[in-house]
């Protein structure tokens, strides 16, 4: 498999002299094309400074960060605003979908911004909204749909331009149990039958348990991970005692 994510001795540093706050510290990562990983941690761990990161939203103190064999690092922001747009998808906890486009827009609007032509669009339209069993809400907006529905739109929106790396920041965060699991199982769907490569930023146990992979930080640096095996009731119980171990960890969930 190809490596979609390097990252090498990744540091951040915030403030400037006699007030200096390290978030990140010597960080090494490596996500691999078809991989579904979760990063974890207690508040204030250095979670959402590395998603801000490699999602090109903040840049390293040192380090490199290369993204489908692109270094992030070294690009200015015009190639930064192109890279976001054709390499990345995001699902944010907020949806961030627009209320004045139907789904289908929302669904269909980074492919419009790159111009791609109508016939591609509309394929790849039916293939994700099939995908993700949003093909009969497409004509509505998103003040009429749940928000288990509205969240499946904005991960069908974060895949339709076929990103090499998919992003998701805390995406249950704002769903019940059961619109968590639907959206929780697209995603492993997508992952296991599409190949999609997903990073996903969660402090919830549960959620981490669909990933094949969990990362752990702690105090801006790498603490330690697990890979999961047949059984996701066991992978589960695993994540709680690493939670239990870092201490905080139980008191995000």
């Known amino acids: 498999m190809n490596d979609v994510l390097v990252a090498k001795n990744l540091k951040k540093v915030y403030g400037s002299r006699g007030n200096v706050y390290t978030a990140l510290q ?16 207690p508040s204030g761990a250095g979670k959402t400074t590395l998603l801000n990161i490699i999602s090109t939203i903040d840049k390293p103190t040192g380090g490199s960060v290369t993204i489908g064999g692109d270094d992030i690092v070294k690009m200015n922001e015009e190639k930064l605003s192109l890279f976001r747009r054709n390499k990345l998808g995001f699902i944010f906890q907020d949806f961030n979908l ?10 269909i609007l980074p492919l419009t911004l790159s111009k791609v032509n109508v016939k591609e669009i509309e394929k790849r339209l039916r293939d994700v909204s099939v995908d993700l069993g949003i093909d009969d809400i497409l004509s509505k907006y998103p003040y009429e749909i749940s928000g288990g529905q ?13 990103p090499a790396l998919v992003l998701a920041d805390e995406p249950t965060g704002s769903l019940d149990s059961k619109s968590s699991t639907e959206l929780l199982q697209s995603l492993s769907d997508l992952n296991e039958n599409n190949n999609t490569t997903i990073m996903m930023v969660t402090h919830d146990a ?27 009731k066991e992978f589960f119980q695993k994540i709680l005692d690493v939670l239990k171990t870092l201490g905080g960890g139980l008191n995000d969930m």
């Open 150 to 162: 509205k969240q499946r739109t904005a991960a069908a929106r974060a895949i339709i331009n076929k």
């Open 26 to 41: 010597d960080i090494n990562l490596n996500i691999k094309e078809g991989e579904f990983v979760g990063i974890m941690g």
């Open 206 to 232: 549960f959620a981490a348990s669909y990933c094949k992979r969990i990362i752990f930080i702690k105090d801006g640096l790498l603490f330690t991970e697990l890979t999961r095996g047949a059984s996701r």
């Open 98 to 107: 627009l209320d004045t486009l139907t789904v289908k827009e929302n669904i």
